[in-house]
Protein backbone atom coordinates (compact mmCIF):
# COMPACT_ATOMS: atom_id res chain seq x y z
CA UNK A 1 0.00 0.00 0.00
CA UNK A 2 3.11 2.27 0.87
CA UNK A 3 4.95 1.57 -2.47
CA UNK A 4 1.21 2.25 -4.49
CA UNK A 5 0.91 5.50 -2.29
CA UNK A 6 4.66 6.52 -3.36
CA UNK A 7 4.18 5.44 -6.93
CA UNK A 8 0.89 7.79 -7.19
CA UNK A 9 2.72 10.80 -5.92
CA UNK A 10 5.21 10.35 -8.14
CA UNK A 11 3.46 10.38 -10.81
CA UNK A 12 1.42 13.44 -9.66
CA UNK A 13 4.44 15.42 -9.64
CA UNK A 14 5.27 14.54 -12.78
CA UNK A 15 2.35 15.60 -14.10
CA UNK A 16 2.36 18.90 -12.73
CA UNK A 17 6.13 19.54 -13.84
CA UNK A 18 4.71 18.67 -17.88
CA UNK A 19 2.19 20.89 -16.92
CA UNK A 20 4.59 23.67 -15.65
CA UNK A 21 6.83 23.41 -18.56
CA UNK A 22 4.01 23.92 -20.67
CA UNK A 23 2.54 26.89 -19.55
CA UNK A 24 6.15 28.53 -19.33
CA UNK A 25 6.39 28.07 -23.33
CA UNK A 26 3.78 30.28 -23.64
CA UNK A 27 4.56 32.49 -20.77
CA UNK A 28 7.10 34.12 -19.32
CA UNK A 29 6.38 35.02 -15.60
CA UNK A 30 2.99 35.07 -16.49
CA UNK A 31 3.34 37.84 -19.23
CA UNK A 32 2.58 36.63 -22.87
CA UNK A 33 5.21 35.58 -25.10
CA UNK A 34 7.72 37.82 -26.64
CA UNK A 35 7.92 35.30 -30.07
CA UNK A 36 5.51 37.77 -32.34
CA UNK A 37 5.01 38.11 -36.04
CA UNK A 38 4.53 41.44 -38.34
CA UNK A 39 3.07 41.70 -41.49
CA UNK A 40 3.31 43.88 -44.54
CA UNK A 41 3.37 44.10 -48.17
CA UNK A 42 6.65 43.43 -49.80
CA UNK A 43 8.15 46.79 -50.75
CA UNK A 44 8.83 49.91 -48.64
CA UNK A 45 6.74 49.40 -45.76
CA UNK A 46 8.38 45.37 -45.29
CA UNK A 47 11.43 47.31 -45.73
CA UNK A 48 10.67 50.18 -42.74
CA UNK A 49 9.40 47.48 -40.42
CA UNK A 50 12.83 45.65 -40.37
CA UNK A 51 15.15 48.91 -40.97
CA UNK A 52 13.12 50.99 -38.24
CA UNK A 53 11.12 48.25 -36.10
CA UNK A 54 12.23 45.06 -35.81
CA UNK A 55 16.01 45.81 -34.43
CA UNK A 56 14.12 47.92 -31.82
CA UNK A 57 11.79 45.25 -31.21
CA UNK A 58 14.80 43.07 -30.69
CA UNK A 59 16.28 44.99 -28.24
CA UNK A 60 13.80 45.31 -26.04
CA UNK A 61 13.73 41.39 -25.53
CA UNK A 62 11.27 40.46 -28.61
CA UNK A 63 11.53 37.48 -31.46
CA UNK A 64 10.46 38.83 -34.64
CA UNK A 65 10.00 37.41 -37.41
CA UNK A 66 8.41 39.49 -40.52
CA UNK A 67 5.68 38.07 -43.37
CA UNK A 68 5.16 39.61 -46.57
CA UNK A 69 2.34 39.58 -48.44
CA UNK A 70 1.33 40.38 -52.00
CA UNK A 71 -2.16 41.41 -52.13
CA UNK A 72 -3.72 43.88 -49.72
CA UNK A 73 -6.44 41.68 -48.25
CA UNK A 74 -4.36 39.51 -46.73
CA UNK A 75 -2.34 40.90 -44.29
CA UNK A 76 -5.80 41.66 -42.29
CA UNK A 77 -7.28 38.73 -42.61
CA UNK A 78 -4.28 37.54 -40.65
CA UNK A 79 -4.47 40.00 -38.52
CA UNK A 80 -8.01 39.22 -37.47
CA UNK A 81 -7.61 35.50 -36.98
CA UNK A 82 -4.19 36.01 -35.09
CA UNK A 83 -1.66 34.61 -37.54
CA UNK A 84 0.29 38.02 -37.06
CA UNK A 85 0.64 40.72 -34.00
CA UNK A 86 0.71 43.82 -35.88
CA UNK A 87 0.52 44.91 -39.56
CA UNK A 88 2.12 47.85 -41.89
CA UNK A 89 0.82 48.49 -45.38
CA UNK A 90 -2.41 50.95 -45.04
CA UNK A 91 -3.45 53.79 -44.32
CA UNK A 92 -6.78 55.06 -42.16
CA UNK A 93 -9.43 55.26 -44.40
CA UNK A 94 -8.46 51.78 -46.36
CA UNK A 95 -8.50 50.20 -42.79
CA UNK A 96 -11.72 51.16 -41.80
CA UNK A 97 -13.62 50.74 -45.11
CA UNK A 98 -12.12 47.06 -44.51
CA UNK A 99 -13.38 46.66 -41.06
CA UNK A 100 -17.04 47.90 -41.87
CA UNK A 101 -17.17 45.69 -45.21
CA UNK A 102 -15.55 42.38 -43.35
CA UNK A 103 -16.95 42.99 -39.72
CA UNK A 104 -13.28 42.93 -38.05
CA UNK A 105 -12.06 44.94 -35.14
CA UNK A 106 -9.05 46.56 -35.83
CA UNK A 107 -7.27 49.36 -34.49
CA UNK A 108 -4.72 52.02 -35.79
CA UNK A 109 -1.71 52.47 -33.02
CA UNK A 110 -0.10 55.24 -34.79
CA UNK A 111 0.97 57.12 -38.20
CA UNK A 112 3.82 56.35 -39.48
CA UNK A 113 6.07 58.52 -42.75
CA UNK A 114 4.96 57.33 -46.12
CA UNK A 115 4.89 57.31 -49.55
CA UNK A 116 3.04 60.50 -51.26
CA UNK A 117 1.32 60.04 -54.67
CA UNK A 118 3.41 62.17 -56.69
CA UNK A 119 2.75 64.13 -60.60
CA UNK A 120 5.08 62.42 -62.58
CA UNK A 121 5.93 63.18 -66.73
CA UNK A 122 8.37 62.84 -69.21
CA UNK A 123 6.72 65.63 -71.27
CA UNK A 124 7.19 68.30 -68.67
CA UNK A 125 9.76 69.59 -66.46
CA UNK A 126 7.71 71.93 -63.92
CA UNK A 127 4.16 72.04 -63.08
CA UNK A 128 4.44 75.54 -65.01
CA UNK A 129 5.39 74.01 -68.23
CA UNK A 130 1.93 72.14 -68.54
CA UNK A 131 0.39 72.77 -71.70
CA UNK A 132 -3.30 73.49 -72.42
CA UNK A 133 -5.17 70.41 -73.02
CA UNK A 134 -2.44 68.06 -71.24
CA UNK A 135 -3.63 64.22 -70.77
CA UNK A 136 -3.19 63.15 -66.96
CA UNK A 137 -3.46 59.79 -66.13
CA UNK A 138 -5.02 59.36 -62.67
CA UNK A 139 -6.38 56.40 -60.19
CA UNK A 140 -9.68 54.91 -61.67
CA UNK A 141 -10.71 53.98 -57.75
CA UNK A 142 -12.35 56.72 -55.56
CA UNK A 143 -9.76 57.32 -52.82
CA UNK A 144 -6.81 57.36 -55.04
CA UNK A 145 -8.90 59.51 -57.44
CA UNK A 146 -9.39 61.93 -55.00
CA UNK A 147 -6.22 62.04 -53.81
CA UNK A 148 -4.87 63.44 -57.55
CA UNK A 149 -7.41 65.79 -57.63
CA UNK A 150 -6.27 67.30 -54.13
CA UNK A 151 -2.74 67.22 -55.62
CA UNK A 152 -3.75 69.33 -58.68
CA UNK A 153 -5.83 71.75 -56.71
CA UNK A 154 -2.81 72.06 -54.55
CA UNK A 155 -0.94 73.12 -57.79
CA UNK A 156 -3.69 76.04 -58.70
CA UNK A 157 -3.88 73.70 -61.64
CA UNK A 158 -7.73 72.66 -60.98
CA UNK A 159 -10.17 73.82 -58.40
CA UNK A 160 -12.84 71.82 -56.83
CA UNK A 161 -16.34 72.66 -55.03
CA UNK A 162 -15.81 73.71 -51.86
CA UNK A 163 -19.00 71.80 -50.78
CA UNK A 164 -17.44 68.60 -51.58
CA UNK A 165 -16.27 65.91 -49.40
CA UNK A 166 -12.75 66.48 -49.27
CA UNK A 167 -11.65 62.67 -49.06
CA UNK A 168 -14.44 62.14 -51.72
CA UNK A 169 -13.94 64.52 -54.13
CA UNK A 170 -14.40 63.44 -57.97
CA UNK A 171 -14.15 64.81 -61.82
CA UNK A 172 -17.71 65.77 -61.14
CA UNK A 173 -16.20 68.19 -58.52
CA UNK A 174 -14.05 70.22 -60.54
CA UNK A 175 -15.21 73.87 -60.83
CA UNK A 176 -12.53 75.35 -62.46
CA UNK A 177 -9.92 73.70 -65.11
CA UNK A 178 -7.90 76.54 -66.66
CA UNK A 179 -5.42 74.29 -68.98
CA UNK A 180 -8.42 71.98 -69.66
CA UNK A 181 -6.43 68.87 -68.34
CA UNK A 182 -7.89 66.09 -70.40
CA UNK A 183 -8.70 63.25 -67.46
CA UNK A 184 -7.38 59.58 -68.43
CA UNK A 185 -8.73 57.21 -65.22
CA UNK A 186 -6.76 53.71 -64.98
CA UNK A 187 -6.41 51.17 -62.73
CA UNK A 188 -3.62 52.60 -60.11
CA UNK A 189 -0.91 49.83 -60.69
CA UNK A 190 -0.94 50.60 -64.70
CA UNK A 191 0.16 54.04 -63.86
CA UNK A 192 4.01 53.69 -63.52
CA UNK A 193 4.01 52.47 -67.10
CA UNK A 194 1.42 55.49 -68.09
CA UNK A 195 4.26 57.88 -67.70
CA UNK A 196 5.89 56.86 -70.86
CA UNK A 197 2.13 56.94 -72.72
CA UNK A 198 0.18 60.20 -70.94
CA UNK A 199 1.93 64.03 -70.54
CA UNK A 200 1.09 63.28 -66.84
CA UNK A 201 0.31 60.70 -64.51
CA UNK A 202 -0.23 60.44 -60.75
CA UNK A 203 1.11 57.59 -59.34
CA UNK A 204 0.36 56.33 -55.64
CA UNK A 205 3.89 56.22 -54.27
CA UNK A 206 3.81 52.24 -53.05
CA UNK A 207 3.24 52.06 -56.78
CA UNK A 208 6.07 54.07 -57.84
CA UNK A 209 8.73 53.06 -55.53
CA UNK A 210 7.75 49.70 -56.75
CA UNK A 211 8.39 50.53 -60.38
CA UNK A 212 11.98 51.80 -59.27
CA UNK A 213 10.92 55.22 -59.75
CA UNK A 214 12.35 58.29 -57.66
CA UNK A 215 10.41 60.13 -55.43
CA UNK A 216 11.75 62.89 -55.97
CA UNK A 217 11.81 63.16 -59.61
CA UNK A 218 7.87 63.68 -59.43
CA UNK A 219 7.03 67.41 -60.87
CA UNK A 220 4.83 68.22 -57.63
CA UNK A 221 4.56 65.69 -54.60
CA UNK A 222 0.80 65.21 -52.05
CA UNK A 223 0.75 67.34 -49.33
CA UNK A 224 -1.73 64.28 -47.86
CA UNK A 225 -4.09 63.99 -45.04
CA UNK A 226 -3.34 62.29 -42.00
CA UNK A 227 -6.19 59.66 -43.30
CA UNK A 228 -3.91 58.41 -46.31
CA UNK A 229 -0.71 58.08 -44.36
CA UNK A 230 -0.17 54.54 -43.69
CA UNK A 231 -0.39 53.25 -39.54
CA UNK A 232 0.76 50.34 -38.00
CA UNK A 233 -2.50 48.24 -36.73
CA UNK A 234 -3.39 45.77 -34.14
CA UNK A 235 -6.72 44.03 -33.45
CA UNK A 236 -8.58 45.84 -31.08
CA UNK A 237 -8.15 43.28 -28.68
CA UNK A 238 -4.52 43.74 -28.48
CA UNK A 239 -4.79 47.70 -28.72
CA UNK A 240 -3.88 47.90 -24.78
CA UNK A 241 -1.01 45.48 -25.13
CA UNK A 242 2.52 45.45 -23.97
CA UNK A 243 3.54 44.84 -27.83
CA UNK A 244 1.11 48.07 -28.88
CA UNK A 245 2.69 50.07 -26.50
CA UNK A 246 6.46 49.56 -27.30
CA UNK A 247 5.30 49.44 -31.07
CA UNK A 248 4.42 53.60 -30.76
CA UNK A 249 7.05 54.29 -28.45
CA UNK A 250 9.58 52.95 -30.89
CA UNK A 251 7.74 55.03 -34.08
CA UNK A 252 7.86 57.83 -31.84
CA UNK A 253 11.81 57.78 -31.10
CA UNK A 254 14.23 59.76 -32.42
CA UNK A 255 16.32 56.02 -33.80
CA UNK A 256 13.08 55.79 -35.69
CA UNK A 257 12.91 59.20 -37.61
CA UNK A 258 16.85 58.94 -38.00
CA UNK A 259 16.44 55.53 -40.20
CA UNK A 260 13.47 57.34 -42.29
CA UNK A 261 15.07 60.49 -42.69
CA UNK A 262 18.16 58.14 -43.94
CA UNK A 263 16.42 55.11 -45.87
CA UNK A 264 13.27 57.22 -46.89
CA UNK A 265 14.09 59.84 -48.61
CA UNK A 266 10.66 61.36 -49.79
CA UNK A 267 8.23 60.10 -47.78
CA UNK A 268 5.61 62.54 -46.05
CA UNK A 269 5.65 62.34 -42.04
CA UNK A 270 2.82 62.45 -40.05
CA UNK A 271 1.20 65.61 -38.23
CA UNK A 272 2.70 64.50 -34.80
CA UNK A 273 6.37 64.43 -36.53
CA UNK A 274 6.06 67.98 -37.03
CA UNK A 275 4.98 68.92 -33.45
Known sequence: MKKLT????????ALAACGGEETDSGTEGGEAS???KLGATAGPYSDMLNAAIVP????????????EF?????????????????????HTVYLENFETENNMDLSALITVPTAPMGIYSNEFDSIEAIEEGATIAIPNDPVNGARALLILQDEGLVELDPDAEVLKVSERDVTENPKN???QPIEAGQLP?????TDLAAVPGNYAL??????????????MPDQYRNVVAVSADNEDSEL???????????????????????FGKPEWMAE
Open 6 to 13: WILAASAL
Open 70 to 90: SDYIQPNNALNNGEIDANLFQ
Open 181 to 183: LVF
Open 193 to 197: RSVEG
Open 34 to 36: KDI
Open 56 to 67: SLEEKGYTVETI
Open 210 to 223: AADMDLLDALALED
Open 244 to 266: AADLVEIVESEEFEAVIDEEFVG
